[in-house]
Every structure is written in C-alpha cells, then in structure tokens.
C-alpha cells in the first residue's frame, strides 16, 4: 500500500508535535510507501521559519526531523505526474489550487491522497 502526504500533515505534526509524527513513522513501520510531490519538501522549506516559531523548536532540530522524515518519504519529482497536473489544477482551482501537484500525483499513481 501506498499514500500520498499532504504537506499539512507534516507542518502540523512539527508544529504541534502530535503523535502524527509518530503515525508517519507508524506507517513506514507497517511498509505503507510514503509519497509527496518535490514540491511539498520546497513549500515546508519556505515555511521554515514560521514553523520554528510556532513549533518552539531550534532549526537543527527541525532540520533534523526533517533529515529523518525525507529519509522514510519517498519524494517524487514533478516529471513523474506532469501531464496529471491540468487535470488537476481543474479539480484544486475549487479549493485550494496549492493541492494540484499532491492531486496529480494521486491521479498518476491511482493513490490515496491524504490531507
């Protein structure tokens, strides 16, 4: 089995250190294939700094989750799930047009998306 994480899950799991961080590790454990868009690792980087505000935590520690994390989530380069992307904006312009590339993947791969 496989699934597709929306970058959400992650900042809300660093943020608020719930057990989603340990439901991640949870999932890897079970050798679910944890997947996310190269873009979700770029939009968490652009992110850093609020989330090491509101999470409390110093950036080597919040790098070095991350290192951890990336390592038990497979990042899937925009190549993979290009021609999906229209298709996809088309379904994300409705709610959040940020979900496109997370939903092209999941139409690519025929994956549940979870956010």
Known sequence: ???ILDTNIIISGLVKRSTTLFR??????QNV???IPEYAK??????I???EKYSKLS???LDYILSI???LIKIIPKDVFIESLRQAYEIAKNFDKDDAPFIALALK???PYLD
């Open 1 to 3: 089995m496989r699934v």
């Open 24 to 29: 991640i590790i949870d999932f890897y454990r």
């Open 33 to 35: 294939e944890l997947l």
């Open 42 to 47: 770029e939009e968490i980087y652009e992110k």
């Open 49 to 51: 700094n609020k989330i």
């Open 59 to 61: 950036r080597n520690e």
């Open 69 to 71: 994390l990336f390592r």
């Open 109 to 111: 791969l025929n994956t």
